[in-house]
């Protein structure tokens, strides 16, 4: 058998990731939680119909599930959901994924229902009593937007939803009591802004069950406040981009603000979910936090005293779900650019880890991996023309069976994440991986908007929502093309939600691209602002402009109104229940682009959110992605794969 690779056809090549085996791979952990020495985390199931399972590590080292294993744990406050339970005392307090609903396990057949139905729960804590659980509620009862409170929950008094001990802001998150049980802290904002753009830290006087005396002691316009921990001598920690912009270390004590570090880098990141944990505190005066800089993901451990920084030497890029066993362990949910996602737990005097959990199996061999490169590139320049440039991450094909046919250069795949605010990693992405070994060139932008590179690399979306990611995604396929990296004729753009606003502002008012992927993408931003959930229903006064006065920004730059210009494909993929960008939004966009005579492809799935949970549905969801790009392309995907129906299809 020859060791010399055969040339194939670019995205005809048989990869090993199949769309089932993909689907399958997908399992994702998160919300890693320590109590008394325990590690709680939940894992995401695609194959159980995205089942969320609440798992545990018990004393002697086994793992099993903390419930029953029919139970679903998940919150769907904010839509996006946060941390869905705590430990109080001895007893497990948790939201079920089927109504929302608290219930409170206290062993084997002892599970009741604490809170009515109508509410949503997130990002408890247990107090110093070991009976009260503090949290997020979001009430959805009544009629007009729900409402957000930080309430009490007594697990020995009976069904209640909660003693509001604070409701008087749009947005509440990180209720945190402090050891002694004496002060409460916790985060609020206020419409328009998101909690990336400034959030207030409160604290109050813990008092016979409830509040008084709350004062602000950081945070601001212009200031993003995250994640305030107490520490054993009362001092409370803090994430704040005040000074230069960048997440830094900060505290209050004696009734001072504090740096404790200034680093051009982030330690944090955008508060899309309640419950983040991108540091922790040791309690002997060191904490664990996880450094990003250009959006590659380190831990290290800092002297709160000095601020003076060790990194630790771990094989991972990305890093989620930071904790403390002890003050010698160390905890997190650790990504590395070749392997599964894992739960790691970290000897903090010599930096030794220990991998808990995987997220799944290796499914591919190393020879298959394509690896992250960083690039930067020129992109269009500052509105008072000062040159400007972006980053990326770009993935040649690999396969080491199949190459290229001499004088054929791949073609790309444009890969878009969501948010906007939010950022791309260099850790193991199958999806990624699931395109490369078939032949394609991928390159995940993180346009101007991004975060984890400052607030001044963040707010460059500010008002230009539609135009700087564009000319970011533009930017970076002309810079790989100008290499003579890929085909500048043969390139696809594909992104969901926020990443589908780009992909359909790009095929509506650029000739740049060849096909797009929409996954469940804004079509148009008026009808956006109009019907999305409470905690987005603002977020366009930032990224566009405020309605009213903004109306005719809103429509230039909403693709549903412009698709007439597309002379592209178009695949769109929806679910059925999304209430962040309701199915009427693709549906509304599939017909502008399929009346323009725009070759177009439409799937809804029934029973779908915003984001595809069900293999299933990943599953055919991937197939119509081959089909559609191997029509696209002109190219026969290999495999066998169900058919696509494609409206306005003429041999490609």
Same mark, same amino acid.
Request: charged share 20%; glycine share 12%.
């Given at each position: 058998?020859? $060791?010399?690779?055969?040339? !194939? ?56 599930? @903390? ?37 409170? =396990?206290?062993?084997?057949? $002892?599970?009741?229902?604490? !809170? ?10 247990? &107090?110093? %009593? ?29 069904? =209640? ?24 802290? #916790? ?17 109050? %006087?813990?008092? %016979? ?33 005040? /000074? ?5 270390? =900060? ?13 051009? /880098? *982030? ?27 250009? +959006? ?29 066993? $002890? ?14 996602? +894992? ?14 959990? !995987? ?10 991996? @394509? ?18 440039? +972006? ?17 054929? &250069? ?30 394609? &060139? ?58 589908? #606003? ?5 095929? /509506?008012?650029? %000739? ?11 079509? $148009?931003?008026?009808?956006?602002? &109009? ?78 959110? =915003?984001?595809?949970?069900?293999? +299933? ?7 119509? *992605? ?11 995907? /290999? ?14």
């Amino acid at each position: 058998m020859s $060791d010399t690779p055969a040339d !194939t056809p670019c995205g005809a090549w048989p990869s090993p990731l199949s769309p089932e085996q993909a689907a399958a791979a997908s399992n994702a952990l998160d919300y890693a939680w320590a109590h008394r020495g325990r590690l709680y985390w939940i894992e995401d199931r695609p194959t159980e119909r995205g089942r969320s399972a609440l798992m545990t590590r018990h004393a002697d080292g086994r793992v099993a599930e @903390a419930l029953a294993p029919d139970v679903g744990v998940r919150s769907r406050v904010h839509e996006y959901g946060g941390r869905p339970y705590a430990v109080v005392g001895d007893r497990l307090a948790y939201v079920a994924t089927q109504d929302q609903r608290l219930r409170v =396990h206290g062993g084997v057949g $002892d599970t009741t229902v604490l !809170t009515p139905e109508g509410c949503r729960y997130a990002d408890g804590q247990g &107090a110093p %009593d070991g009976r009260t659980l503090v949290c997020v509620r979001e009430d959805h009862r009544g009629d007009g937007a729900p409402r957000n409170a930080i309430v009490a929950l007594d697990l020995d008094g009976g069904a =209640h939803a909660g003693r509001v001990l604070y409701d008087r802001s749009d947005f509440v998150a990180s209720p945190r009591v402090s050891p002694d049980g004496r002060r409460l802290a #916790f985060i609020a904002w206020d419409h328009p802004a998101m909690p990336w753009d400034e959030t207030r830290l409160i604290v109050g %006087d813990w008092r %016979d069950g409830s509040i008084a005396g709350e004062r602000v002691v950081a945070g601001g316009p212009g200031e993003s406040v995250l994640e305030p921990r107490w520490d054993g001598d009362g001092t409370l920690y803090f994430l704040s981009d005040r /000074a230069g912009g960048w997440w830094n270390l =900060h505290r209050w004590r004696d009734g001072r603000v504090e740096s404790v570090t200034a680093l051009e /880098a *982030e330690i944090g990141g955008p508060a899309w979910r309640l419950g983040g944990q991108h540091y922790a505190l040791t309690g002997d005066g060191r904490a664990l936090v996880c450094v990003s800089r250009g +959006a590659v993901e380190s831990l290290a451990l800092i002297d709160v005293a000095t601020g003076g920084l060790r990194p630790l030497a771990l094989p991972f890029v990305g890093f989620d779900a930071i904790g403390v066993l $002890d003050a010698a362990t160390g905890y997190a949910i650790a990504s590395a650019a070749d392997a599964p996602p +894992a739960l790691i737990t970290i000897d903090l005097r010599d930096g030794r880890h220990d991998v808990v959990r !995987t997220a799944g199996p290796r499914v591919l061999a190393p020879a298959f991996l @394509a690896r992250a490169e960083a690039i930067e590139f020129p992109t269009a320049p500052a509105a008072d023309g000062t040159p400007r440039t +972006a980053h990326a991450w770009f993935y040649p094909p690999r396969h080491p069976g199949h190459r290229p046919p001499r004088g054929e &250069a791949p073609p790309l795949i444009v890969l878009l994440h969501g948010g906007p605010t939010s950022v791309s990693r260099p850790v193991l992405k199958l999806g990624v991986q699931f395109w490369t070994t078939r032949g394609f &060139a991928v390159v995940d932008v993180n346009y101007g908007g991004s975060a984890g590179f400052g607030r001044a690399y963040r707010e460059r979306l500010r008002s230009q929502w539609g135009v700087v990611d564009v000319q970011d995604a533009v930017a970076a396929v002309d810079h790989l093309a100008a290499a003579g990296r890929i085909d500048g004729r043969r390139v696809a753009i594909r992104g969901a939600s926020a990443g589908g #606003f780009t992909v359909l502002s790009a095929l /509506a008012f650029t %000739d740049r691209f060849t096909a797009g992927i929409n996954y469940f993408g804004v079509a $148009d931003l008026e009808t956006l602002a &109009a019907d999305t959930h409470k905690f987005e229903s603002r977020y366009l006064d930032s990224l566009v402009a405020p309605l009213p006065q903004g109306r005719a920004v809103y429509r230039e730059r909403s693709p549903a109104h412009h698709m007439h210009r597309c002379r592209a494909a178009l695949l769109t993929l929806q679910g059925s229940d999304d209430r962040a960008v309701p199915p009427q939004q693709s549906r509304a966009v599939v017909q502008a682009a399929r009346a323009a005579g725009c070759p177009v492809a439409y799937l809804e799935f029934e029973g779908e959110q =915003h984001g595809f949970r069900e293999a +299933a549905h990943i599953v055919r969801a991937l197939q119509a *992605e081959c089909v559609f790009l191997g029509w696209a392309f002109g190219f026969v995907p /290999a495999g066998s794969l169900p058919p696509l129906a494609i409206d306005n299809a003429t041999p490609a």
